[in-house]
């Protein structure tokens, strides 16, 4: 998915774990982690063409990566002054969510993510989403908006970001349903008419 959406979403995690007691500054913290797996791009320019298409999304987009990534952010967070006060271990699940999210929301898209990374290159895309796409983001800021300008202790503030995180990802489960769908009216069709099919694949 585009930056935007991703910031978006990892501010919405730090919100739910960390807002409480840090208000917006649990936005900002969610949002930068929220973008860490997209800096492999800045390896990019080492690489030749095909080297780069396997580089982005690749390691930095793996499940073993959101793991360790989410151990050594605890271990800086512990000695920031922002985070120092809170557990490790709320800590660690806010960091690696904010990690996973970004890796899994990628999943949804036709390029998809290596995420088991190093056991196995294979992609893991489920080609339902764009990589734009403002029906699963304008929901999700909107509640993260909504919120930044409630009060840290307010319960409405934390309804609004509910809000955008359970619109947002009933839009994905309905990509899916989506999908499925156009899969099975396709198969039909093909069948009706007695052609054989060996492949199919249906994208955005």
Known sequence: MDSLTQATLGAAVGEVLLG?????KALLLGAVVGTIPDLDVLLIPFYNELEKISLHRGYSHSIIFCFLGAILLT??????????????SRLWLFSFLALFTHVLLDAFTSYGTQLFLPFSDQRVSFDSIGIIDPFYTL????????????DKNSTARRWWNYAGLIISSSYLVFTLINKQSIEQIFAQNFKE????????????
């Open 20 to 24: 409480k007691k840090m208000g917006n």
């Open 139 to 150: 929901p999700l800021l909107t509640g993260l908006v909504g919120a930044a300008f409630k």
């Open 75 to 88: 271990f800086l967070f512990k000695k920031w002054k922002w985070t120092s006060d809170f557990g490790r």
């Open 193 to 204: 008419k007695s052609i054989p099919i060996e492949k199919m694949l249906t994208v955005p």
